[in-house]
């Protein structure tokens, strides 16, 4: 059985705007969009939930722009 690797959406909330994407496009709804203390919402994986497709990775703006 192989082992699942969850993605990493970012390091950094410099690395994440906040779109959503990555929560819109999730077909295991294991994305949420959490408030941090300064009012902006950034993704967070349940790690349950998460099959590693990598959709999110796949439809991430930033993650598109810094790789293509």
């Known amino acids: 059985m192989s082992e699942r690797i969850i993605p990493v959406l970012y390091d950094k909330k410099e690395e994440c705007s906040g779109c959503s994407a990555c929560y819109t496009g999730c077909p295991q709804n294991a994305i949420s969009m959490v408030e941090d203390t300064e ?20 439809i991430c703006p930033i ?5 293509s």
């Open 39 to 58: 009012g902006f919402s950034y993704p967070k994986i349940d790690e349950t939930k998460c099959i590693s497709c990598n959709t999110c990775i796949r």
């Open 63 to 67: 993650k598109n722009a810094l790789f």
